[in-house]
C-alpha cells in the first residue's frame, strides 16, 4: 500500500505566487528558458535552470558552478522571504485548468521504499546524462525543487477529503501566460490530514505519470545518503520523493509526435513505395491527426497522407514470430502506436534501430501542434509523423506488466508548475542535515 506523506513545503509568499512559478526544466530549451528569465527574473527556471544566470549562452551546463548557482539562489530566496516553510506538515490541493477541464491533485511526498519495491511504478527509462543532471541540482539545492507527476486509480476517499477543503480560500489563484488556471488549497487539519494518509493507504499502486528522471534522482540521492549513515531511522526527510497525485479519471494525454532528420538514402518516391507495402496511404487536403488507435499522420514534402495498416499485416510485423509466440501473455508495449509505428515504418524503413540514442529522430510533445512538424520539416527534418495518444489505460498496463514503453510515449497537459512546492532535503531537528553539503563537496 502507499505511503504518501504531508510535508513542510517551502513555497511561495503571498503575491509571488504568478510570479515564481515556471514549467518544467526539461519541456523548455535553453534559449526559452532564457527569455523567460529575462521576462521575469522570479521565474523558477531560475533555479531550475541556472545556466540562465550566466551571461555565456554556449557555456557548459554541467559545470560545478551551474549547479552551484542553483544551490545559492534558492538559499537566498528562502533567507530573503520570498519561499516561506510551513510551519507543520501539510498536505496540498493543486488543481490545473485547461480549456475547462480539471484536474485535481494532492501535492505530498512518497516513500523512497516504494519505489524500489515496486508500489511506485514506472513506464520508461532514465537516460544516465539526465538523471545525473538532475542528482547534481538535488545535491546543490539539498532540496528537490520539481514534484514528480504521479497518478492512481481514483478513490472516493481521496476525493471527498479534496471536495470538502476546496471549499475553503485558495492559498494561491492564478493563470499562468499559457493560459493555464492554477489553484493551491492547504489541508492542514488533523482529521483531515488523516483522512487522506488513511486513503491511500488502501491505494495499491502509484504509477509515474511524468519525471521519471526527477523521480530517480531523488531515490538516488536517497541511497548515497543512507550508504554514508547507515543508522538511518527512515524518516528522514531524503527519504521522500516530492510529488503530485491525480486520479486517472482526470488526467489528459497528449500525442508524442515524431520528426526524422533524413529518409535513410531514400527518395521520397521510395521511401512511400516501402510504406505503401503495409499502409494504405490516403492524401489529405490539410493536417491530419489521427482520429483513433491504429491511424497515423504523415508529412512529406508539404503534403499531409493518412495511413492505416493493410488488414493482411499482421502485428508479428517486423519482428520474426516464435513457436511460442501464441502461448504467451500479449504484450501491451507491441500494441502502442508509438511501438507500431517504431516497428513497421522507423527501424525497417528509415533505419532507426534505437529511438533513445539515433541523433536522426527528435520528439514534438501534441502540445505544440501539427504546425509545429510542418515547421521541423522545413527546417531541419524530412518526414513527421502523427499519432494518437497513448491512454492511461494503456500506461497502467504496460507498468502493471513490469514492461517500458518506448521514449517519449506520453505528453501530460497541462504541465504540474516548479516552485510552487520545494521539498527541502534538510530540517533543524536532523540530526543528519549536513550529509548532502559533505557529498556536494567531495
Not at 157 to 177: G, H, I, K, M, Q
Not at 315 to 331: F, V
Request: overall charge negative; hydrophobic content about 35%.
Amino acid at each position: 500500500m502507499a505511503e504518501v506523506r504531508p510535508f513542510r513545503a517551502w513555497r511561495p509568499a503571498q503575491g509571488l505566487a504568478e510570479r515564481i512559478a515556471a514549467l518544467p526544466y526539461d519541456v523548455v530549451n535553453g534559449k526559452e528558458a532564457r527569455e523567460e528569465t529575462r521576462r521575469e527574473p522570479f521565474s523558477f527556471l531560475a533555479v531550475d535552470r541556472p545556466e540562465t544566470q550566466f551571461e555565456e549562452e554556449n557555456m557548459d551546463v554541467t559545470e560545478d558552478r551551474v549547479y552551484e548557482r542553483a544551490g545559492t539562489l534558492l538559499r537566498q530566496w528562502m533567507k530573503e522571504g520570498s519561499l516561506q516553510q510551513e510551519a507543520e506538515p501539510c498536505y496540498y490541493i493543486y488543481e490545473l485548468e485547461r480549456q475547462g477541464r480539471v484536474q485535481t491533485g494532492i501535492a505530498a511526498c512518497v516513500s523512497v521504499d516504494d519505489y524500489l519495491n515496486g508500489v511506485i511504478r514506472r513506464h520508461e527509462n532514465t537516460r544516465s546524462d539526465k538523471e545525473e543532471d538532475r542528482t547534481r541540482h538535488v545535491r546543490a539545492c539539498e532540496a528537490q525543487t520539481g514534484p514528480v507527476f504521479l497518478a492512481y486509480r481514483a478513490a472516493k476517499a481521496v476525493t471527498s477529503v479534496t471536495e470538502r477543503c476546496r471549499r475553503e480560500a485558495c492559498l494561491y489563484d492564478f493563470a499562468s501566460p499559457d493560459g493555464i488556471s492554477h489553484r493551491v488549497w492547504r489541508i492542514g487539519r488533523k482529521e483531515d490530514i488523516r483522512a487522506v494518509h488513511e486513503a491511500f493507504e488502501k491505494v495499491e499502486r502509484l504509477y509515474i505519470a511524468d519525471g521519471h528522471h526527477r523521480c530517480a534522482s531523488a531515490v538516488r540521492v536517497a541511497q548515497e545518503c543512507r550508504r554514508r549513515c547507515p543508522d538511518y531511522t527512515g524518516e528522514e526527510p531524503f527519504n521522500f520523493i516530492l510529488s503530485v497525485l491525480f486520479p486517472d479519471d482526470q488526467l489528459t494525454i497528449l500525442e508524442y509526435n515524431r520528426v526524422i532528420r533524413d529518409l535513410n538514402g531514400l527518395t521520397p518516391q521510395e521511401f512511400l513505395r516501402k510504406i505503401e507495402e503495409i499502409f494504405e496511404i490516403t492524401p489529405e487536403e490539410g493536417p491530419y491527426r489521427p482520429e483513433r488507435k491504429g491511424r497515423f499522420g504523415l508529412y512529406l514534402q508539404k503534403k499531409w497522407y493518412r495511413l492505416v495498416r493493410k488488414p493482411e499485416i499482421g502485428e508479428q510485423y517486423g519482428k520474426a514470430g516464435t513457436a511460442g509466440d501464441s502461448l504467451r501473455k500479449p504484450d501491451p508495449v507491441r500494441k502502442l502506436d508509438v511501438a507500431v509505428l517504431q516497428r513497421m515504418i522507423l527501424e525497417p524503413v528509415l533505419g532507426i534501430t534505437d529511438p533513445r540514442t539515433d541523433e536522426r529522430i527528435d520528439f514534438v510533445g501534441g502540445i505544440r501542434g501539427l504546425k509545429e512538424l510542418e515547421r521541423r520539416c522545413e527546417q531541419d527534418c524530412a518526414v513527421a509523423f502523427s499519432l494518437y495518444p497513448t491512454s492511461i489505460g494503456e500506461l497502467f498496463s504496460v507498468a502493471d506488466a513490469g514492461l517500458l514503453m518506448p521514449p517519449k510515449s506520453t505528453w501530460f497537459e497541462p504541465k504540474l508548475r516548479s516552485g510552487l512546492f520545494i521539498h527541502s532535503l534538510k530540517d533543524e531537528e536532523d540530526v543528519h542535515a549536513d550529509i548532502l553539503h559533505h557529498m556536494e563537496k567531495e
